[in-house]
């Protein structure tokens, strides 16, 4: 019982955090328009789209650019851990009598909310790309964003248990944040690519979220969703798990 | 007697290094205790064990009976603790601070309001409660994170370096809080610091640690007493010399040099001030400077880790 308690509480501050640096939300929302608005329009009018897709460039990397804000959220949240140990907050909670797998699990749930919150931000402003937003597709798509944001706010707590300090944060973002968007398929499509990128593509986690919120969303997805979504699940499930195990064993690294 | 905490030979070594060295620690219940030390002494690696943040190398330790190792859960439930560093969220207002540390520590829901209530009113915050912490100055931040660590009605209150940083006046007011604390709550106070003026004022015994070592325990009193003397302070011209000849008297009893002040100790001190001046001007010496002190705990703080030059006369 007080093991909910102490996750709710968790939760509770992340989320409380979230919604008081407003700055951070405005900026949240911004960015992904401006990819869909400067960088879907410009490259759209440049590019003839080939191979059974229909609908705009817009609407296709709508779903992918969900999936980008949901990655960058969920991960800066998660190596936030980094910022609470530096201001010594995490010590307050280290020492309470809560434990460690309930303190990843209210982190994780606490960054999930806030970037679930972006990513239905988002949904509404879909007419923006001109796609039709039905409840169904609104229910499925955030229903999907809740593995995939789980899954990423645990990349980033894990990050957070094996770093010291904020001066990685140029590290993380080359070799894994922006790596993983690219190679998401947010972009492009992922099928016809030459083999060596096609067998990347296909490790990279996030491409089966975004293959996910793309069937849901335009009704073209590279994967059956059922196989995606599968994935993705798993995905969260094995990351806060594993985040859970080495955040308590690596516990006297943290203090 | 009956003792909240106990350690025995708990050590922490980091690769060759040894922060806390085989400490054997009595804190007996509803007392206030004093870790006195230089900074590095192992002040912060000894509360972080007690408090079950780190684990001991070597030896254990039990606090309100339960094993920092085996059952840190009690520990953690029995203890509130006060860091050394600054343990606030500043995007969060002070109330909340208190809830969120009520929820953490399982305090009823039905108790929670009174609770904080309660502690809003010891630690005086005022309208300031419902302010993020960024705005608070240093002294309502430290008050704060005393009174949140009351929340649960902990057995044991550890406080690492409860004033560092603060002003004279605002660490008087955290003084009177904890000795307010300790006389109105079943409580027990472990605090760290190197003030010497704060240990003797707040502790019933203290606890001289050096190097991770515990060099002499007891009350400031008995301390003080210890040394028996009063202290002489001089300054001279020719340090060296004078050394030399006033080794000879055998009215000093210890010699210590701190600084450039020469310290001496001696019994009935009031009559050997003129003495000592003129023995100085027998051999030609120049006496800059001459002070009489009876003791405080500072000098039995030198006296048992600072440069001893001679042993006893």
């Given amino acids: 019982m007080s093991e909910w308690e102490g996750i709710y509480t968790i939760w509770f501050r992340e989320a409380k955090r979230y919604v008081r640096y407003r700055s951070r939300i405005l900026s949240s929302v911004v960015t992904p328009l401006l990819w869909l608005l400067i960088f879907g329009t410009g490259l759209g009018s440049a590019i003839k789209f080939g191979t059974g897709i229909t609908g705009s460039y817009k609407a296709f990397i709508f779903p992918g650019i969900i999936g980008q804000t949901i990655l960058f959220t969920s991960i800066f949240s998660g190596v936030s851990v980094i910022m609470d140990r530096q201001y010594g907050f995490l010590k307050e909670i280290m020492v309470a009598p809560v434990s460690r797998p309930s303190i990843v699990f209210g982190k994780a749930l606490g960054i999930g909310t806030a970037s679930i919150i972006q990513g239905v931000i988002l949904l509404l402003l879909s007419f923006v790309v001109g796609v039709q937003m039905t409840p169904v597709i609104f229910i499925a798509s955030f229903l999907l964003m809740i593995p995939i944001s789980v899954g990423l706010a645990g990349v980033g707590l894990l990050i957070a248990t094996f770093t010291d300090s904020m001066e990685g944060f140029n590290l993380i973002m080359s070799f894994i944040v922006l790596p993983m968007f690219l190679l998401s398929g947010a972009l492009f499509p992922v099928t016809g690519l030459p083999s060596f990128l096609q067998a990347v593509v296909y490790l990279d986690p996030l491409t089966y979220g975004v293959d996910a919120l793309r069937q849901v969303i335009i009704g073209q997805g590279a994967l059956p969703l059922y196989d995606s979504t599968l994935v993705v699940v798993g995905f969260a499930l094995f990351t806060i798990i594993l985040a859970a195990i080495l955040f308590s064993e690596r516990e006297q690294n943290l203090m | ?313």
């Fill in chain 2, 1 to 313: 007697m009956d003792y909240i905490i106990e350690t025995h030979d708990i050590s922490k070594k980091y690769g060759d290094f040894t922060a806390v060295d085989s400490i054997n620690l009595k804190v007996p219940r509803n007392s206030v205790y004093g870790v006195l030390g230089p900074n590095g002494a192992g002040k912060t690696t000894l509360i972080s064990m007690l408090c079950t943040i780190l684990h001991p190398t070597s030896g254990s330790a039990t606090v309100n009976g339960y094993d920092v190792m085996k059952d840190s859960k009690e520990v953690r439930k029995s203890i509130g603790v006060v860091f050394q560093s600054r343990a606030l969220d500043d995007i969060l207002t002070g109330r909340e601070h208190l809830e969120m540390h009520a929820a953490l520590y399982g305090v009823p829901n039905n108790l929670r309001k009174q609770r904080i209530e309660e502690v809003l009113d010891l630690i005086a915050l005022g309208e300031k409660a419902d302010e993020f912490t960024r705005t608070y100055s240093g002294g309502m931040k430290r008050r704060l994170e005393i009174g949140r660590g009351l929340i649960h009605h902990p057995k044991v209150l550890f406080l690492d370096e409860p004033t560092l940083g603060l002003d004279p006046q605002t660490r008087e007011s955290i003084w009177e809080y904890i000795q307010k604390l300790n006389q109105q709550e079943d409580i027990t106070v472990l605090m760290s610091t190197h003030y010497m003026d704060e240990a003797d004022k707040l502790c019933d015994e203290i606890a001289i640690i050096n190097k991770g070592h515990i060099i002499k325990s007891d009350s400031p009193k008995n301390l003080k007493h210890e040394l028996k003397a009063d202290i002489i302070t001089m300054k001279v011209d020719d340090q060296e010399k004078f050394l030399n000849e006033v080794k000879k008297l055998d009215f000093i009893k210890n010699i210590m040099v701190v600084d450039s002040n020469i310290k001496m100790m001696v019994e009935g001190g009031e009559n050997l001030v003129a003495t000592l001046v003129n023995f100085a001007n027998k051999n030609n010496i120049m006496v800059k400077s001459i002070e009489l002190d009876h003791p405080n705990l500072e000098d039995v703080f030198i006296n048992y880790t600072g440069k001893r030059i001679v042993e006893g006369a």
